[in-house]
């Protein structure tokens, strides 16, 4: 069967190597979804976005993947740096207004 | 910077004391959100306005609580009777009025009441 990836509350990984951030969404009815980076004692910082109809999407050295099968969603980064350090969340709405968030990940650089 | 703001950054109170936050949102934007965040949780929705109009208000916003957009520009939060419990980072976003419009947040205003 298809592998999930578990989410895991806290990730370390080497400067220069791609992250990889799970999460594991609520509603099934939820049709748009967002990955925000939060630093300490900022607001969440909009990274990338995903509607329901679409599978994959790509940014700059990010790309978002949608199974809705399983109600899942990752974040991968490629080349981590240092300033990637953060909290990241993955939020759902399924209302077009209020979004729900899930637990964070917390990522650390190693140099 | 044509962020969102919010002001002030931080508001230390003592229980019992009224409190009143401002957002500034991204001028463009129809929709105004007030989200909570508690420390190690990711932000909880307290309400939400179209223009000057509050679409939905959270179960967690208590009666202590109201807020305001009257002109459909900025908004206020004021929280009154404050309670040690109160005390978290208080995040405003906005966004357009459109289907998939992501929301961008404010650095937020973090509130202790002592």
């Known amino acids: 069967g298809e592998s999930v990836g578990l989410h895991l509350p806290t990730l370390s990984v080497q400067e220069g190597d791609n992250s990889i951030i799970n999460c594991a969404y609520s509603?099934?009815?939820?049709?748009?979804f967002i990955w925000y980076k939060q630093e300490s004692g900022k607001g969440p910082q909009f990274i990338i976005d995903?509607?329901?109809?679409?599978d994959k999407r790509q940014g700059q050295r990010v790309t978002v993947l949608l199974n809705k099968t399983v109600k899942h969603l990752s974040l991968q980064i490629a080349a981590t740096q240092p300033g990637d350090s953060a909290v990241y969340f993955c939020?759902?709405?399924?209302?077009?207004?209020?979004?729900?968030f899930g637990a964070g990940t917390t990522v650390t650089v190693r140099a | 910077d044509t962020g969102v703001s919010q002001d002030p950054r931080h508001k230390i109170t003592k229980r019992g004391q009224n409190v009143t936050f401002r957002c500034d949102p991204i001028?463009?934007?129809?929709?105004l959100y007030w989200y909570r965040q508690t420390l190690g949780q990711g932000p909880e929705f307290l309400t939400y306005f179209q223009n000057e109009a509050q679409l939905e208000k959270s179960r967690l916003l208590s009666d202590r609580f109201s807020a305001e957009r009257p002109k459909g520009s900025f908004s206020t939060l004021e929280i009154q009777r404050t309670e040690q419990g109160d005390s978290a980072m208080y995040l405003c976003?906005?966004?357009?009025?459109?289907?998939?419009?992501?929301?961008?947040f404010g650095n937020g205003t973090r509130l202790t009441v002592t």
């Open positions: 995903i509607r329901s109809n679409m």
């Open positions: 001028s463009e934007h129809n929709r």
């Open positions: 939020a759902e709405t399924w209302n077009d207004y209020k979004l729900s």
């Open positions: 509603n099934s009815a939820s049709d748009y």
């Open positions: 976003a906005s966004s357009l009025d459109t289907f998939a419009s992501p929301l961008h």
